[in-house]
């Protein structure tokens, strides 16, 4: 199975910067969609942003403008740069990863945004 491992969480400030990062165990050239999820308490898990084997991407309205999503095929990893932080962007932040039918999650790792 594809373990997918996440870093770079963190407490920040509103307005600061957090780079997340997510290793996979093995290749993600064949994986389709690399993606990251946040659920905040009280809230559903919600997709942030996701990229595909072909490079495109796709935001939240949320975080447009302020995050991107990008993937190193050479470090079988994908990153989420986090800009302008603000409060409400605070959550436990998930690494995706879909290959044809299968599905795989990492652990999370949390991002608080306060002053």
């Known amino acids: 199975q594809v373990q997918l491992v996440e870093s770079g969480g963190g407490l920040v400030q509103p307005g600061g910067s957090l780079r997340l990062s997510c290793a996979a165990s093995?290749?993600?050239?064949?994986?389709?969609?690399l993606g990251w999820y946040r659920q905040a308490p009280g809230k559903q898990r919600e997709l942030v942003a996701a990229?595909?084997?072909?490079?495109?991407?796709n935001y939240a309205d949320s975080v447009k403008g302020r995050f991107t999503i990008s993937r190193d095929n050479a470090k079988n990893t994908v990153y989420l740069q986090m800009n302008s932080l603000k409060p409400e962007d605070t959550a436990v932040y998930f690494c995706?990863?879909?290959?044809?039918?299968?599905?795989?999650w990492g652990q999370g790792t949390q991002v608080t945004v306060s002053s």
């Open positions: 995706n990863a879909r290959v044809s039918t299968l599905v795989y």
């Open positions: 093995e290749s993600i050239f064949s994986v389709f969609v």
């Open positions: 990229i595909t084997n072909l490079g495109s991407a």
